[in-house]
């Protein structure tokens, strides 16, 4: 309940700590195919996962998906991974997360949305759930793997492009199909 509530709290202050313009997709165009979407864990240990995971071939260019600093490049757990901390996004400031990456910038370099930042690399060997030398832990095939964090809290990358999932939300007191006069289906 307690993390229901500070996750919707971080959702309704938002709109005034995102980099303007809007930012951009860090694969495409064409926009990327989302083979898994953000599911934010109950806890700060809990199962779920902490980003989206967007499909691409190993080799694919990857694009910063907002202006910033690189304030990490290197390797984690075998893999790959760039940081790039984005400017006036508040206290902590917002960073974007990219995995697993070959980069092509250093720590310290100041990048612009858009801008080439790495190529996607094959995910680590022996990683689990891989499926070979382009799968990993997250995708049956190759995949970046796109976070967003505002100091340990970990967000839906989705907020920076202003857009989300589409929902669906109940009517009421209308009738479900025209003409139909008392939402029923003959």
């Not at 971080?10 to 989302?34: H, V, Y």
């Not at 390797?75 to 974007?96: F, K, N, S």
């Amino acid at each position: 309940m307690h993390l229901t509530t500070l996750l919707l709290t971080l959702a309704l202050a938002w709109p005034a700590s995102l980099p303007s313009p809007p930012l951009t997709w860090p694969l495409g165009p064409p926009r990327p195919e989302i083979v898994r979407g953000w599911e934010p864990p109950a806890g700060p240990y809990a199962a779920g996962h902490r980003g989206l995971d967007l499909a691409a071939p190993v080799g694919a260019p990857v694009r910063a998906a907002a202006s910033g600093v690189v304030t990490f490049a290197g390797r984690v757990a075998g893999r790959g991974v760039l940081t790039i901390t984005l400017p006036d996004t508040g206290d902590p400031p917002l960073r974007t997360t990219y995995e697993p990456v070959d980069p092509l910038v250093t720590a310290g370099t100041k990048v612009t949305r858009g801008d080439p930042v790495a190529t996607l690399a094959p995910a680590a060997t022996g990683a689990a759930g891989s499926s070979g030398a382009a799968g990993s832990a997250h995708c049956a095939g190759s995949c970046l793997h796109w976070g967003l964090l505002r100091g340990d809290t970990y967000l839906n990358p989705l907020l920076l492009l202003r857009q989300g999932p589409s929902r669906l939300l109940p009517v009421t007191g209308q009738a479900l199909f025209a003409g139909s006069g008392g939402g029923t289906r003959s």
